[in-house]
């Protein structure tokens, strides 16, 4: 049979009947007239998936930490499950189905199960493309619905309880503005000066700092909502001055040694500091 480009293939089909066979050659004569391969692949979900890893994943311009997010999910939910041992010729819209039944019964968050699914699809979506798959079985699977949730925050009292805390600590001036401006962590340990505009009362968030493969990275928020411009209130503005202050003294005494001195995250030092650390205790 000849495909869509007009190249010729030979294809062998055997059947109980000759009818049975009939319909099995007519089968593969409409795929490759589609311009589908002939048959899927009996290459399994996992090996696929660790090529998507490696190659499709990576190729992305998905920012570098959902990479190694995307990877980690699909190394622990999809190589080691029941999904990832079937070959691409086998897998139908009911093992998925099947699989995402089979992540809810763990207990796992409703954003790590669309997250799993979401990957899984895009591993098929690549396999389609490469001419492993006649069509992609997950892209007729609902995707899974993650329920809308309130973010935990704390209540003034408990606020007020944890900067009296770290009142004593050198990460006190982060905190206070965390809690004076609504930051993230990693937004705050982002910050610059020429970020900060005290004259104007604004601060502008342009990146977040993450630690990613072990190296502390800046990089750009996830989400055009995510840069942004922030208004300063009085203590805001106050508190970034004091800092400034303080780092000018810091400056002077580390000479040579100050790796960041444009760098407004308090609490001012010698190099980033990691994300987690002013949480740790």
């Given at each position: 049979?000849?495909?869509?480009?007009?190249?010729?293939?030979?294809h062998t089909v055997y059947g109980e009947t000759a009818q049975d066979a009939r319909e099995k050659a007519?089968?593969?004569?409409?795929?490759?007239?589609?311009?589908q391969p002939a048959r899927d692949?009996?290459?399994?979900?996992?090996?696929?998936?660790?090529?998507?890893?490696?190659?499709?994943?990576?190729?992305?311009?998905?920012?570098?930490?959902?990479?190694?997010?995307?990877?980690?999910?699909?190394?622990?939910?999809?190589?080691?499950?029941?999904?990832g041992q079937l070959t691409l010729d086998r897998i139908r819209p009911s093992h998925i189905e099947g699989w995402v039944v089979?992540?809810?019964?763990?207990?796992?968050?409703?954003?790590?199960?669309?997250?799993?699914?979401?990957?899984l699809r895009a591993v098929l979506d690549t396999?389609?493309?490469?001419?492993?798959?006649?069509?992609?079985?997950?892209?007729?699977?609902?995707?899974?619905?993650?329920?809308?949730k309130e973010a935990p925050h704390l209540t003034p009292a408990q606020l007020a309880d944890l900067l009296s805390a770290a009142s004593e600590t050198r990460y006190a001036p982060l905190f206070a503005l965390l809690a004076l401006t609504g930051l993230r962590r990693g937004e705050a340990l982002?910050?610059?000066?020429?970020?900060?505009?005290?004259d104007k009362g604004t601060l502008r968030v342009r990146?977040?700092?993450?630690?990613?493969?072990g190296h502390l990275v800046v990089t750009e928020p996830k989400t055009a909502k995510s840069r942004r411009f922030v208004p300063l209130s009085q203590p805001a503005?106050?508190?970034l001055r004091d800092v400034r202050a303080t780092q000018a003294e810091e400056r002077a005494r580390a000479g040579a040694a100050w790796r960041r001195p444009d760098s407004s995250s308090p609490p001012s030092s010698a190099s980033p500091t990691t994300p987690a650390t002013p949480f740790v205790r």
């Open positions: 049979m000849t495909d869509e480009f007009g190249r010729s293939s030979r007519s089968a593969i004569r409409r795929r490759v007239e589609g311009g692949r009996r290459e399994t979900v996992a090996a696929l998936t660790l090529h998507w890893i490696d190659t499709s994943l990576q190729a992305s311009e998905r920012k570098q930490n959902t990479k190694v997010m995307y990877a980690g999910v699909a190394r622990t939910h999809i190589l080691g499950s029941s999904i089979e992540l809810r019964r763990k207990g796992l968050a409703g954003s790590t199960i669309r997250s799993a699914y979401t990957i396999a389609v493309r490469d001419g492993a798959l006649a069509a992609n079985p997950a892209a007729v699977v609902r995707r899974p619905r993650v329920t809308a982002a910050l610059r000066w020429p970020d900060i505009d005290l990146g977040t700092l993450s630690r990613i493969g503005d106050r508190l």
